[in-house]
């Protein structure tokens, strides 16, 4: 059987490293938006102003076999479904994007992973690992800063990244965790942003240990 001229790759540009995926995506969710903001205008109605262009996104589902298979196998060799699941979760919790690259086409970005999540084993396919996951395209940038002085304002170019954590804010409260938490979950939850996880863990490693990923159903959390 032909493999596909389409090769689905992540790479690793602090290590050089690649690694592909063993089954292709049926099919990829691609966007590319533009802010368009809407604005009425007396005795003229709504006029559309064009913005920047916003964040490119991906999204895509497929699964990590346990064993090589031919009919939908893309090469031999590949890490087990618990290898990828670490590697992903690695590259996730270390807050530094991935290149993403689609051979074939214009895709190849630097992203981050946002999402990922792992579906129940299938009947029929044990030890096979299904998921769903989404990228968003990440965009360097400085920041600056205004200093005021008695006699001057200087613009100076701030050294910080674009991964500088939210200042917490002054009033905390408590979450007891339940069965099937994750601090993802928990954090799309409280803030609304899954990507927060990391402010939560943060203010409770004393609770959870060195693994962000083993909390227990009955920790007591702060939120910040």
């Known amino acids: 059987m032909a493999k596909n001229i389409v090769e689905y790759w992540f790479k690793d540009e602090d290590k050089g490293t690649y ?36 964040l490119k996104q991906i999204s895509f589902s497929s699964f990590f076999p346990r064993d090589y298979n031919a009919s939908y196998c893309e090469y031999e060799g590949f890490p087990s479904p618990a290898q990828w699941f670490s590697q992903i979760q690695t590259w996730r919790y270390a807050r530094k994007p991935i290149r993403f690259i689609v051979t074939g086409t214009n895709i190849n970005l630097p ?10 084993e299938k009947a029929g396919a044990p030890g096979d690992m299904y998921y769903s996951m989404t990228l ?10 205004i200093v005021q002085t008695a ?4 613009t100076l170019a701030a050294t910080t990244t674009s991964n500088r954590p939210a200042t917490a804010e002054a009033s905390s409260k408590s979450y007891t965790v339940v069965k099937g938490d994750t601090l993802w979950k928990i954090a799309k939850a409280q803030y ?3 990507s927060k996880w990391q402010t939560i863990y943060n203010a409770n490693k004393s609770t959870i240990g060195s693994n962000p990923d083993k909390i227990k159903p009955g920790q007591k959390l702060v939120i910040p």
């Open 19 to 54: 690694l592909r995926l063993p089954v292709n995506p049926p099919e990829i969710d691609y966007s590319n938006p533009y802010n368009i903001q809407t604005v009425s205008i007396t005795r003229l109605g709504d006029v559309s102003i064009p913005g920047e262009r916003g």
């Open 111 to 120: 992203m981050y992973i946002s999402e990922f999540d792992v579906q129940p």
């Open 136 to 145: 968003i395209e990440h965009r360097p940038f400085k920041a600056t800063s």
């Open 151 to 154: 006699k001057k304002t200087e």
């Open 192 to 194: 609304g942003d899954g």
